[in-house]
């Protein structure tokens, strides 16, 4: 098992610009998330995802948009980046939620100019 | 703003315990984490304890849960240098995860 993949692992972009973090995971979870981790704020919930078809939002998904068309993908989209939005990106997988094991991907470093 | 709160800093001498401290907000929660996260790579889940729970104990880590006043600690015993690290206190709240700013532990050999 490759676990959770993220790519890429670092991306610079413009003010404006928009793009796509991606996620995946080969452990057939249900659960997903994605995390963005700020000096000193630990790690903010952006969106999550029960299942194919399921997502909903966290406590910090304003610029961000989320699919998840099948069980293994959950794509991040950030529609036109703000420098705000300058952070480390996680992606996390589990096979259900509460007392699971929650597997973080090695996140996406975005830096907002 | 932060519903979990955690100290910033510990230092400790290799070989002694370490206790990590958080304080949570909400009665609801169902399930407290602790991660680990060492530089560079994502979050680890270290333990978790059910919210009925007072304490959990695995191998040379200890969990203790106040429920009555919200409070969660994580004891490490006999320090090691490999234990430096940021520790991560979070609560469950349904789907929704809260996590602290994370305690930035520094084992001195």
């Known amino acids: 098992n490759a676990g959770v993949t993220q790519t890429p692992k670092f991306q610079v972009l413009k003010t404006g610009q928009s793009m796509t973090l991606q996620c995946a995971q080969d452990?057939?979870?249900?659960?997903m998330s994605w995390y963005r981790q700020d000096p000193g704020m630990g790690l903010r919930l952006i969106h999550y995802s029960v299942g194919a078809g399921i997502t909903d939002q966290g406590e910090v998904p304003n610029g961000y948009n989320v699919s998840r068309s099948t069980t293994e993908d959950f794509p991040l989209r950030l529609l036109s980046a703000a420098p705000s939005q300058t952070s480390v990106y996680f992606c996390a997988s589990s096979y259900s939620f509460g007392g699971e094991t929650q597997y973080f991907g090695p996140g996406t470093r975005l830096l907002v100019l | 703003g932060e519903d979990v709160e955690q100290s910033l800093f510990l230092s400790v001498r290799e070989g002694d315990s370490s206790v990590i401290n958080c304080t949570y907000t909400?009665?609801?929660?169902?399930?407290l984490y602790w991660y680990k996260q060492e530089p560079g790579a994502g979050l680890q889940l270290l333990t978790y304890i059910f919210s009925n729970m007072d304490m959990k104990q695995d191998q040379r880590l200890t969990v203790l849960l106040n429920k009555k006043d919200k409070h969660l600690s994580l004891r490490i015993a006999d320090t090691q240098t490999g234990d430096s690290a940021i520790y991560f206190c979070?609560?469950?709240?349904?789907?929704?995860?809260?996590f602290g700013a994370g305690t930035r532990l520094t084992v001195k050999p």
């Open positions: 979070a609560e469950s709240i349904g789907y929704d995860m809260r």
């Open positions: 452990m057939n979870h249900e659960y």
């Open positions: 909400d009665s609801s929660s169902t399930y």
